[in-house]
């Protein structure tokens, strides 16, 4: 008999879940009325393990709920293509595999369940239940015939389902993590180290780099000439219509001017204003005693914490006089930050507190006049080039060229290498749109208008495809001199980082060559700004006392590891990560034993899988 050359599937849940829940969350989510009843022929199953079959349903419902799965992690509908290619549909066949090879093994050794527990686990099932809230027969009959399932189908599964969880449970249960591991892990995990690093840049050289001649540069050019190569491009034509270009070509009068002035004069005019918090209190004399505790000394900030609240929770942002009500008056008579109250409220008496005063301010038509008129040009501009958008669409369709565009509807034409993966692109290749359709414009593709984010309109057209080519040492000139220089000033500095390292190890003080910053207790996980990954790495591989230079890109220093301190064993924190680390260990013992001991079972009972019936089942979600 084949055996299964697929590894087994790690299992997702906990060892002891029962299997029955996944099925009901599948009844409820709808999976009945899949439609998956019959694949032509006799076909009932995909496969064997042992004497066990593979039933052809129970692998179309798993795909489909992982294809649900799936769809809700990500937010839209996942086809069972694009799950393919995550390769869903071999990790289901393994899961079903898995749980066929323990159906096996449950019945050779004659494990089973009797009726008792399995009319228990239906009755206990809401999904079962009715509007009394308990078991209902018509609720159970519904949901089966929704799932395309006979009574003794189902309660066939859940028998089975129970009894694979019984053997599940002898296998997987019982593992207890080790103190050695337990205690081992921890005092890797909680370990933390005090570091000094002295960060290395041009200035702590003892001799400025030198000006590079130009055959050092051409050497470095011609050394490095993989990254002064320009890459593969698509040399396009374009003819773009944009607003900015014809934005000056459109009328405005006074009148429209002052229109669109008096519509936005909030914007224009503002009156004076305050920056307020506002803490409520349930009561008059709540608050009257927080305003005496101020007035006391107590922090407002305290006040607020006592509140339960956050500063955030109390913000009522920039106001007018009229919008406090009742504080108004008292907010707005404040000449500096404080507080105020307690007044009333909307919510009930407050105290206010008013933290900046926001001035007055007025634009005058004639200030304003010039950016409502480039507004009101730049709208009309996108009008008029909308206006002409189906024309353009219609004369392309008819064959006219870029060329055409130009002549007759005076848009501009030009050509850009462009390429897809450009940092920072500029001009026209800054729209997204326009970059979108150079990278999927193809040879032989006939321009078509597109629409741009402002309005614009653009037609490409694919003259050819530019071959990656070494970019001439005087083109590139500039860019090799950067590079040159970033290389040597590394070079330079990491030179430099071994001398200091040499002279503080013979006595000097590390201090004595510039800022050292200091870093104490920092985790396995921590952070060092503007350092590497490595520092951290190296930190914690050093014995104490020892220094070594750290190098990355752009960054050069010299760290000694000045102090480890060892895991603390007291306090809660401690026993609350032990126990932690102990409940992991045993989940990832209990799934290894599980895993181990299925694919022990798949290799001893053998398998065979009919790769037509899996294939009429992935035919149906096509």
């Known amino acids: 008999m084949a055996k299964n050359t697929e590894e087994t599937p790690r299992k997702k849940g906990k060892a002891g879940q029962i299997v029955i829940w996944t099925l009901?969350?599948?009844?409820?989510?709808?999976?009945?009325?899949?439609?998956?009843?019959?694949?032509?022929?006799?076909?009932?199953?995909?496969?064997?393990?042992?004497?066990?079959?593979?039933?052809?349903?129970?692998?179309?419902?798993?795909?489909?709920?992982?294809?649900?799965?799936l769809s809700a992690q990500f937010g839209q509908n996942i086809t069972f293509a694009q799950a393919q290619a995550f390769g869903v549909d071999r990790q289901v066949l393994q899961q079903i595999v898995a749980q066929t090879a323990m159906d096996n093994e449950a019945d050779r050794i004659g494990l089973s369940v009797g009726d008792v527990t399995v009319a228990a686990e239906i009755q206990k099932t809401t999904a079962f239940h009715g509007v009394s809230g308990s078991f209902d027969r018509e609720t159970y009959r519904f949901a089966l015939d929704r799932a395309n399932l006979t009574e003794t189908e189902f309660e066939a599964s859940l028998r089975a389902d129970i009894a694979r969880q019984v053997l599940t449970g002898a296998v997987a249960g019982g593992f207890a993590t080790p103190a050695v591991v337990t205690?081992?892990?921890?005092?890797?995990?909680?370990?933390?180290?005090?570091?000094?690093?002295?960060?290395?840049?041009?200035?702590?050289?003892?001799?400025?780099?030198?000006?590079p001649t130009d055959a050092e540069l051409t050497a470095f050019?011609?050394?490095?000439?993989?990254?002064?190569?320009?890459?593969?491009?698509?040399?396009?034509?374009?003819?773009?219509?944009?607003?900015?270009?014809?934005?000056?070509?459109?009328?405005?009068?006074?009148?429209?001017?002052?229109?669109?002035?008096d519509d936005k004069i909030d914007t224009y005019v503002q009156p004076e204003k305050r920056l307020v918090e506002r803490l409520i209190y349930p009561s008059q004399a709540e608050a009257e005693a927080a305003k005496a505790r101020f007035d006391a000394g107590t922090p407002?900030?305290?006040?607020?914490?006592?509140?339960?609240?956050?500063?955030?929770?109390?913000d009522l942002g920039d106001v007018g006089q009229e919008e406090l009500g009742a504080a108004g008056d008292a907010v707005f008579a404040l000449t500096e930050p404080g507080v105020v109250g307690p007044f009333d409220s909307d919510l009930g008496p407050a105290l206010f507190r008013m933290n900046a005063i926001l001035a007055a301010q007025e634009t005058t038509f004639d200030e304003a006049k010039n950016d409502l008129a480039a507004e009101i040009k730049t709208d009309a501009a996108r009008r008029a080039i909308s206006d002409k958008v189906?024309?353009?669409?219609?004369?392309?369709?008819?064959?006219?060229?870029?060329?055409?565009?130009?002549?007759?509807?005076?848009?501009?034409?030009?050509?850009?290498?462009?390429?897809?993966d450009?940092?920072?692109?500029?001009?026209?290749?800054?729209?997204?749109?326009?970059?979108?359709?150079?990278?999927?414009?193809?040879?032989?593709?006939?321009?078509?208008?597109i629409l741009l984010d402002d309005g614009g309109v653009v037609a490409l057209r694919l003259e050819e495809i530019v071959p990656p080519a070494?970019?001439?040492?005087?083109?590139?000139?500039?860019?090799?001199?950067?590079?040159?220089?970033?290389?040597?000033?590394?070079?330079?500095?990491?030179?430099?980082?071994?001398?200091?390292?040499?002279?503080?190890?013979?006595?000097?003080?590390?201090?004595?060559f510039g800022i050292v910053d200091r870093t104490a207790n920092i985790a396995r996980d921590g952070f060092v700004e503007g350092a590497p990954t490595s520092l951290l790495q190296a930190v914690f591989a050093m014995a104490a006392g020892e220094m070594r230079v750290i190098e990355g890109p752009g960054f050069t220093?010299?760290?000694?590891?000045?102090?480890?301190?060892?895991?603390?064993?007291?306090?809660?924190?401690?026993?609350?990560?032990?126990?932690a680390i102990a409940t992991q260990v045993e989940q990832a013992l209990s799934q290894d034993a599980l895993a181990l001991f299925s694919n022990a079972l798949t290799n001893e009972a053998g398998i065979t899988l009919d790769q037509s019936a899996i294939n009429a089942v992935h035919a149906q979600f096509n």
């Open 24 to 69: 009901m969350a599948m009844l409820v989510l709808g999976l009945g009325g899949f439609g998956i009843t019959n694949f032509g022929g006799n076909i009932t199953a995909i496969g064997k393990v042992g004497d066990r079959e593979i039933p052809i349903n129970a692998y179309a419902r798993a795909m489909q709920q992982e294809l649900r799965s």
């Open 183 to 211: 205690d081992t892990l921890y005092a890797y995990i909680g370990e933390r180290r005090g570091s000094s690093l002295l960060r290395l840049g041009e200035a702590d050289l003892t001799a400025p780099l030198p000006t």
């Open 422 to 449: 450009a940092q920072s692109p500029e001009g026209i290749a800054a729209y997204p749109k326009f970059r979108d359709a150079a990278a999927a414009l193809a040879d032989g593709d006939f321009p078509e208008a």
């Open 300 to 314: 407002f900030e305290t006040l607020v914490a006592d509140r339960g609240l956050a500063l955030d929770d109390i």
């Open 390 to 420: 189906e024309a353009i669409d219609d004369q392309l369709a008819g064959g006219a060229t870029l060329e055409d565009l130009v002549k007759d509807h005076g848009m501009t034409l030009g050509t850009l290498d462009f390429v897809a």
């Open 221 to 261: 050019h011609d050394a490095n000439i993989a990254n002064f190569t320009a890459p593969e491009a698509k040399r396009i034509t374009y003819a773009a219509l944009l607003p900015e270009t014809i934005a000056d070509q459109q009328p405005v009068d006074e009148a429209t001017l002052r229109a669109m002035y």
């Open 470 to 512: 070494p970019i001439p040492f005087e083109t590139a000139r500039e860019a090799v001199t950067t590079a040159w220089r970033a290389d040597a000033l590394a070079k330079a500095l990491s030179a430099r980082a071994v001398e200091i390292k040499s002279a503080v190890e013979a006595g000097q003080s590390l201090g004595s």
């Open 557 to 579: 220093g010299i760290v000694r590891l000045d102090e480890v301190t060892a895991a603390t064993q007291e306090g809660d924190g401690p026993a609350a990560l032990k126990g």
